[in-house]
């Protein structure tokens, strides 16, 4: 079983910045990639950023140029470096883990909220 715990979110003003961090334990059985979901009260979970094992990354649209995702291997943590926040940025982030078997793992969410 795959434990993801994570960090950073909180109460910014826009043009701010906040990092999240993704802590992954357990019976890992090897990643695939990690990536960031959010979502948004009343709207559909989506991809932020996405990083592979090898380190290839994919962004959403709205988010290239103001966010990096990084990993760290030797710790199985993943990074989201926000900069430039916006307030359609304020949502419930959440860490995701596939596997190399394509099984997928979640953590528990943090929010993050972006002030005028």
């Known amino acids: 079983q795959v434990l993801l715990v994570e960090s950073g979110g909180g109460l910014v003003q826009a043009g701010g910045s906040l990092r999240l961090s993704c802590a992954a334990s357990?019976?890992?059985?090897?990643?695939?990639?990690m990536a960031w979901y959010r979502q948004a009260p009343g709207k559909q979970r989506d991809m932020v950023a996405e990083?592979?094992?090898?380190?290839?990354?994919r962004y959403a649209d709205s988010v290239k140029g103001r966010f990096t995702i990084s990993l760290d291997k030797a710790t199985d943590t993943v990074t989201l470096h926000m900069n430039n926040l916006k307030l359609e940025d304020t949502a419930a982030y959440y860490c995701?883990?596939?596997?190399?078997?394509?099984?997928?793992?979640w953590g528990q969410g943090t929010q993050v909220t972006v002030s005028s």
């Open positions: 995701k883990l596939e596997n190399v078997y394509g099984l997928d793992s």
């Open positions: 990083i592979t094992s090898r380190g290839k990354t």
């Open positions: 357990g019976i890992i059985s090897g990643i695939n990639y």
